[in-house]
């Protein structure tokens, strides 16, 4: 059923002219180891680790834009107290926790703590997590926009929705509809949980709105909806629908030149996402680039072993090389990705927006002049360029990869982190941080053999590790123990403060040279509710399943 529900919505939605703009609704407009200072390469030698890529000197971006460095390393003060480094870390903090019981039923989550740290100035990042209102579970994403922050700003808004709709009963969407057209107050769909600094495009929240109407019509439509979809179909026809959307929305006249532009910004941006659906049964992971999502397992002797719910999508994984180069001509099998990238420009793999990778030559430009011509392109982030050996579009999709794991008592947490976390820490390592965080407890493995017979400047630094492992926490939220790890930890493992202070004290032009924006969530799992539902139900202690997309 899904597969043809599907596949007719998309063919209609890619053929649909978009109705008038309906009033601005509630539905929207209520979401409430680094060197020292001394030793930092000149900018001509680090080239812009943007996943838009840069080239030459440093000084401008395969893209097209120009960047500006102004700072030089003799303007830079490194010189922040601990209170300071703390602050910094801090600025971005989130945990709430969960009633074990809402009145709809038991939750699977006990609570969850994130935390952002930016390093493009707006931060690219953007995170989101809601509660299912009109069905089970809760959401949770993660979102690392490129090419600006406009369409992970986008995603993070309305990717959960349409999840949500998806996964609504026919009788659910007849309220919706129903709501609607009496211009009565509809059902809240989502409980969002935002941070102070979240924002929302509130000048398109109207757009948002009819195209979700949209969607919940054509869901009534096909006749087939019944119950509602099952969480992994839900999220895997949200994310094409939306980017579909993001499409759209860009080719067509708006009731505003704001709009438009905003519009058009979304679509030429990118955006990864990976967005984890969380029911009592288990979870469901949809994943779309390079941001990752990891189970915290605690072992029978207390240790801690990290299970991978998510693949990167980009040059390092050889089965995502190979589906790409299957979708193109034998004679760009050399040509699809090269230095690692989509044509040399992309790092990730599959991504919204992005239609600089997906749309005709013919559409970009036809759309790009469709502007007021008094607009500056480069204002909005929009260069005029065409990426080389761009013989067969599109190169480039949204359709994540899904992943289920049933849930069982060792599963104590999952971590979702853009890829600046990852660039900074394996999964193993973010999971042992948070599980020590957790649990108070870090564990010391007995000395080996091998290890017996060590030198004494290898048993010191031996010993120099080991102490590093027992140092107490800093931080409450473990979103930010991450980060103060992924950025401070020595050679050792250690904390250095040297290190931190340095790379938080650089500037905002240089900052994007050393690291990335970094997102962390932690979600803390329940279970003693996952230990009860086990009793009563053998199967859903192994089950693991992945998707081949």
């Known amino acids: 059923m899904f597969s043809h529900v599907c596949g007719r919505i998309l063919l209609r939605a890619a053929s649909s002219t978009l109705s008038p703009l309906a009033p601005q609704h509630a539905l929207y407009s209520s979401i409430p180891s680094c060197p020292s200072p001394s030793q930092w390469p000149s900018l001509t030698q680090r080239a812009c680790l943007s996943s838009w890529g840069c080239s030459g000197s440093g000084a401008r971006c395969r893209s097209g834009a120009t960047m500006r460095f102004l700072s030089t390393c003799q303007d830079l003060d490194f010189q922040l107290s601990r209170v300071q480094i703390s602050s910094i870390l801090r600025a971005n903090e989130q945990a709430v926790s969960i009633p074990e019981f809402d009145g709809r039923g038991l939750s699977a989550v006990r609570k969850f703590e994130s935390n952002q740290l930016a390093a493009n100035t707006p931060n690219e990042d953007r995170r989101s997590a809601a509660t299912c209102l ?8 993660v979102f690392d926009g490129h090419g600006g922050w406009a369409c992970a700003q986008a995603v993070s808004e309305r990717l959960l929705y349409y999840v949500a709709v998806a996964m609504m009963s026919q009788r659910g969407l007849e309220e919706l509809e129903h709501c609607m057209e009496q211009s009565r107050p509809v059902p809240p769909i989502l409980q969002w949980y935002k941070n102070h600094g979240d924002y929302n495009y509130r000048e398109s929240a109207s757009l948002y709105v009819e195209h979700l109407r949209v969607f919940w ?77 990891v189970l915290g397992v605690q072992e029978e002797d207390g240790s801690w072993s990290a299970l991978p719910l998510s693949q990167d999508h980009n040059a390092q994984n050889e089965a995502e090389l190979e589906r790409l180069r299957a979708q193109h001509p034998p004679s760009e099998r050399d040509t699809v990705v090269t230095d690692d990238r989509l044509l040399g420009i992309l790092m990730p793999l599959r991504s919204f927006g992005d239609v600089r990778f997906k749309w005709s030559l013919e559409l970009q430009q036809s759309v790009l002049e469709s502007l007021e011509s008094g607009m500056d392109l480069d204002s909005l982030n929009l260069y005029q360029y065409t990426p080389p050996n761009y013989l067969s579009p599109p190169y480039l999709d949204v359709a994540p990869q899904l992943t289920y794991h049933s849930l069982r008592p060792q599963d104590r947490f999952l971590i979702l982190g853009s890829d600046g976390l990852w660039d900074e820490m394996s999964s193993k390592e973010a999971v042992r941080l948070v599980g020590e965080h957790l649990s108070g407890i870090h564990l010391q493995s007995p000395v080996s053999p091998t290890e017996r017979q060590l030198n004494l400047g290898q048993m010191q630094e031996l010993l120099l590790k080991r102490r590093a492992r027992a140092m107490p926490t800093l931080d409450s939220n473990a979103a930010t123990h991450l980060i103060r790890h992924a950025l401070g930890t020595g050679q050792y493992g250690e904390l250095c403060q040297e290190r931190l202070a340095s790379m938080l004290a650089l500037p905002e032009d240089l900052a994007r040279m050393y690291r990335d924006d970094i997102t962390a969530t932690v979600v803390y799992l329940n279970s003693d509710l996952v230990r009860q539902h086990s009793h009563h139900s053998p199967k859903a202690s192994s089950e693991q399943h992945v998707s081949p997309d």
């Open 134 to 141: 009109q069905t089970k579970g809760m959401l949770f994403g």
């Open 217 to 293: 019509q054509e869901l009534l439509d096909s006749e087939e909806h019944g119950d509602g979809m099952s969480p992994p179909d839900a999220l895997y026809y949200a994310f094409k629908r939306l980017d579909t959307d993001i499409s759209l929305e860009a080719q067509v006249p708006l009731s505003s030149d704001l709009m438009r532009s905003t519009a058009i910004q979304v679509a030429f941006a990118g955006s990864t996402a990976c967005v984890a659906h969380v029911g009592t049964e288990g979870i469901h992971v949809a994943n779309a680039g390079d941001c990752r999502a």
